[in-house]
Every structure is written in structure tokens, then in C-alpha cells.
């Protein structure tokens, strides 16, 4: 062990986390104006370095996605990836037991074990994994009309949203992309308006709304699964991918969704509407959103080419 290893192992040992991180990343001093930043991140890093089920089953999506490029290579040969393969196994035997054992992606999961060790003991047999191309059941144009009509509407009707509805629109977003399949979105909601109205008192940017707003969306990732630090803007990323599959899907239900901008919040806000959607720490928010049928239909922002 080096010199350098000996002296970091001690001052883990010694030092509070805090301070260890500090005096290991160099004590690199920034503008003071970072602080609440830098000490969010802080709090999600811990989380994703802590052991738990939500991490396992974050990771054993990724891991089985890392094996599934593999499988779908028409070069596919043996050999290949067995520390992701080993990492797969050992998440997928501690998920084995929990109440995520029925969850259709651990499921998935196992079959791509299976595959992996089929290629291995089997190879001449192997077939490379190929689905079926999709026939498109709308055309360009009809999407694209529905991208268009897609409006941030403010003022909405004396009608109440369903939880179904809000559910069916949950529904979409974990079907968008997401770095390395981790699909990490968890979304929070209420279809009280009393209570989306407290939700609403949280956001600066809640101006210029009706006095009814019947429900509040707050979309969240879970960073359990972001565990270095370079991939602190993904959380963002895979979350504003679903959250446009569920204002397309609202629309089509004529519903309209409108983004309320987390990025100016306070802490009290955030411990406000943490308490009033009980939403966990482990689940980040990224933005929110009121959801109703609007009253006034917005005038169409023009869109640059
Ligand atoms: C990240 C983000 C934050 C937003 N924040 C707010 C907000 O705080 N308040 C608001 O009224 N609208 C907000 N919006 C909605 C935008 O104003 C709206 O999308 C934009 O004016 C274009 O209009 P359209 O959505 O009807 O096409 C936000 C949109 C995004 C993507």
C-alpha cells in the first residue's frame, strides 16, 4: 500500500465524512453562492453510497441493460462482461427476497441471466436477441400536431382531476429513455385542490393561475442510482424525457400540465412540500407541475426554427 493510501485510510477513519471528502478532493475553495448547491449534491451522493434495496434495484436495471447490449450483438461471443454479469447476479440474489421481487423489471433482469448464461455454456446454439419492429400506430404528423397543441394553460375549470387519470399519465414516463435503463422517476401527486393549492404556495413560479388548481405533480428521480459525481445533471435529464411523455399523454386526455421551476426554491419550501406530498429524501425534485382542464386556452408561444 502506498504512502499516500496509508495516510487517506487514516483520515477516513479519524475524520468526520465531511471533513475526510474536503481534505481528499484537495479543498478546492468556491464562491459562496455554491454552498446550497454543493451541500444538495453532498446529500445525494451520501444517499447513493448508502446500501439499500432502492439502489439494488436502480444498479440491477443498469447491469442487466449493460448485458442486454451485449446479447443483441449479432457478434455476440462468451466471455465478455462477467464483472457486470457477477454485479447482476449478487444484486439480483439480494433483491430475491424483497418486496421488488415481483417488479416486472427484476423479472427481466433474470432473463437476461439467462440469456448471458446460455451464451456462455452455448454459444454455437446462441441466437443474438432481436425483437419484432413496431408498426407506428400514429403518423408524423398526427404526433407532431399533438407535440404542437401541447399548452402551459393557468387557468383552469371547477373540475376535479381523478387519480386514475393521474395514474394512467404515471404510467407513461418511465417509458422514456433513461441513463443506463435506471428508470428512476417517482412521482408525487395530490388530486386534493386544497392541498394543490398549499403545493402551488411552494413554487415562485406559481403565478398567474386560477385560484382553482386541482391537482400537483411533482416529479422526482431517486439518486440512490447516480453514485458518481460526473453524473449529476442525469437525474435532470431522465426525468424532463418522462415528464414530456406525461404532458403529450395529458393532452391527449385533454388535460393540461403546466412546469413549476424547482431551481429558486428555499429550504423551507422544500421541507413544506416534502411534508405535504411525504416525499422521501432519496427522491430528488426536479421540477412540478399544476394539472387541470383549462378554462383559457393559452395563446401558442412561436416557436423558433
Ligand atoms: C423547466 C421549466 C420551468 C418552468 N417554470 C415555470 C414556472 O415556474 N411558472 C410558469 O408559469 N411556467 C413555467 N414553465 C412553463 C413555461 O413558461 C412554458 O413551457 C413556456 O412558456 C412555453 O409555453 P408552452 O409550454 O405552452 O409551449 C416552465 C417550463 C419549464 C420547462
Known sequence: MSLKSTISGFLKKCLPLRYYKLIANGCIVVPAYYRNIIREEEACMNLAAENSLEKDLLLLRKYAHIIDKGLHRKDVTPGHSKSIYNALCETASRLKDSKYA?????????????????????????????????????????????????????????????????????????????????????????????????????????????????????????????????????????????????????TTLGLSGTILSWAQKNRQEEEDLRRLLDIP??????FCAAIGYANTQFCTPARKR
Open 102 to 250: 415481483g417488479d416486472p423489471t427484476y423479472l427481466w433482469a433474470l432473463d437476461k441471466i439467462n440469456a448471458y448464461e446460455r451464451l456462455q455454456e452455448s454459444s454455437g446454439s446462441f441466437t443474438p436477441l432481436e425483437a419484432t419492429a413496431p408498426t407506428p400506430s400514429v403518423s408524423y404528423e398526427e404526433l407532431f400536431s399533438l407535440i404542437r397543441q401541447r399548452r402551459s394553460n393557468r387557468d383552469f375549470k371547477q373540475l376535479n382531476v381523478e387519480d386514475s387519470t393521474i395514474e394512467q399519465l404515471i404510467d407513461t414516463a418511465n417509458w422514456a429513455s433513461s441513463s443506463c435503463n435506471k428508470q428512476p422517476i417517482e412521482i408525487f401527486y395530490t388530486t386534493n385542490p386544497d392541498k394543490a393549492a398549499q403545493c402551488l404556495r411552494c413554487c415562485k413560479g406559481g403565478t398567474g393561475f386560477s385560484r382553482f388548481v386541482p391537482a400537483f405533480v411533482v416529479f422526482t428521480a431517486n439518486i440512490r442510482g447516480y453514485v458518481y459525481p460526473g453524473e449529476m445533471s442525469l437525474p435532470y435529464v431522465d426525468t424532463s424525457l418522462g415528464a414530456q411523455n406525461f404532458f403529450l399523454a395529458a
Open 281 to 286: 429524501s432519496d427522491c430528488k425534485i426536479i
